[in-house]
């Protein structure tokens, strides 16, 4: 019986006639690769022997059919995705398990995806079209109408996370598996431009640094948590550790490997957020969702991510606006944008046209749209500020938290292949 729905799930997935003959040959193949027992989907009792990697050396081949047409060209093949997996599968087999612990377990039920979230890492597109396909725009045929505001804060009810119950656990057990990472040092300058340059955490973890780790804070940084530095960040980071007593804010720091340990989740797809439009195309692919590339890939990135973070950030101004002006967020949400690469870094906020440019997401969204015109802010000229930015970011650290930070991220460096010690990290770069 086991080997008969093996059968069928391969024959599904291969999409394969189900005859006498197809059966015979299927069960020499099974038998042939020992691999019964051990499907694609399931995942196996045995923790990373031989026959788990036998039985995910089957499923990759299937890869050798994807991202070959012309209509969506990809710079990340089935080969790279096998290596990622075959990195952690290897450190997994040697190591057993790194935190034991998955977090945010969630996925796609309709079309048997799961994936496991690692905030700050492709996080909000993965919850977009989980909650896509539980009916939040669904009736617009396209997840891309969903911005962050609705995401994160609009019919939370949407995003069914998993449970611990053995109808998740089976669904779990019988899907495709993903989940997407992130160079650690990229991560937390990320997270803290999202969380703490603009308006956020700061009411809640903002506060909570202050208090922990500055010296003499005023009263108004104590109650407002809004003048957090990079510095004092890392200082946090450092000091909560792998610790999980903050896990709903904190999670968006913590080593991915503590937060979706994959020797537990065993993804059958390790995507990076360096590479997240490739890798999710190909993830697609293998659930036959094939009719959402053209939606999530002909949207220019960069021009998306600014309107919503304008959209996002004057919505939830209303909480903050005892500590800062409309100006003022004006000015944050334009220096986020100059650390993101998206405006030049020597123009600064004009100040004397705030009361207009911050009246509505569209007047301040016509705004930078009029400067990234005016200055011809292309990818390449993204890339450098941005490059520049978070050297300067890092420059700020001292050598002595800079070890602190390898050690605390060293399984995250380990497992999916960044270097723990990059150019910009140095102190012996010279910035221009």
């Known amino acids: 019986m086991p080997e008969f729905l093996g059968i069928l799930q391969i024959a599904y997935l291969y999409k394969l006639p189900v005859t006498y003959t197809s059966i015979y040959i299927l069960l020499q193949v099974l038998y042939g690769c020992k691999v ?8 196996p009792e045995e923790n990373f022997d031989g ?10 081949s299937k890869y050798t059919n994807l991202s070959t047409d012309n209509t969506t060209l990809v710079s990340v093949t089935p080969e790279v ?14 190591k057993g398990q790194i935190s ?16 496991c979230a690692v905030q700050k890492a492709g996080c909000t597109m993965w919850i977009r079209l989980s909650k896509y396909f539980e009916g939040q725009n669904y009736n617009t045929g396209n997840p891309m109408t969903l911005n962050k505001r609705m995401i994160h804060l609009q019919a939370p009810s949407l995003y069914k996370q ?15 598996r993903a989940m997407t990472v992130r160079d650690p040092y990229s991560r937390l300058w990320s997270a803290y431009i999202d969380k703490f340059v603009l308006v956020d955490f700061w009411h809640t973890k903002g506060k909570h640094i202050v208090s922990m780790v ?12 809004h003048d957090v530095t990079f510095s004092e960040f890392i200082e946090y980071v450092l000091n909560i550790g792998h610790d999980f007593k903050y896990l709903d804010q904190d999670k968006h720091w913590l080593p991915a490997s503590d937060i979706c340990d994959p020797c537990v989740f065993k993804p059958h797809v390790i995507g990076k957020q360096e590479s997240f439009k490739d890798d999710l195309i190909q993830t697609l692919k293998l659930v036959h969702l094939d009719d959402l590339i ?31 002006t409309k100006c003022e967020l004006g000015e944050r ?4 944008f100059q650390y993101n690469g998206y405006l030049p870094l020597e123009l600064n906020f004009p100040m004397e046209t705030c009361a207009e440019s911050t009246k509505s997401v569209e007047t301040f969204y016509k705004l930078v749209s009029d400067i990234r015109k005016e200055y011809n802010m292309t990818s390449e000229i993204k890339k450098v500020n941005r490059r520049k930015k978070i050297t300067e970011a890092y420059q700020q650290i001292s050598d002595e938290n800079m070890e602190k930070l390898k050690r605390l991220y060293q399984m995250d460096f380990e497992m999916f292949g960044y270097e723990a010690n990059p150019d910009f990290t140095r102190r012996s770069n010279i910035l221009k």
Do not use: M
């Not at 998993?162 to 495709?176: A, G």
């Not at 500055?214 to 948590?225: D, E, F, H, M, V």
């Not at 002909?298 to 903050?320: A, C, G, Q």
């Open 100 to 115: 034991g612990k998955t977090f945010e377990l969630a996925g796609i039920r309709s079309h048997g995806l799961s994936f």
């Open 214 to 225: 500055r010296k003499n804070a005023t009263s108004k940084a104590l109650k407002c948590g």
């Open 162 to 176: 998993f449970k611990d119950n053995q109808n998740d656990r089976l669904f779990i057990q019988h899907s495709l």
């Open 333 to 336: 949400i334009w220096r986020a």
């Open 81 to 94: 995705l096998h290596k990622r997996w075959e990195k952690v599968i290897e450190i997994c087999h040697r």
């Open 51 to 60: 026959s788990f990697k036998q039985s995910f050396v089957l499923n990759y």
């Open 294 to 324: 053209e939606n999530l890939t002909s949207v220019d990135s960069t021009e998306f991510e600014i309107k919503e973070e304008i959209d996002y950030n004057i919505w939830r101004y209303p909480s903050f606006n005892q500590c800062i």
């Open 36 to 43: 019964i027992g051990a499907f694609w989907w399931g995942v």
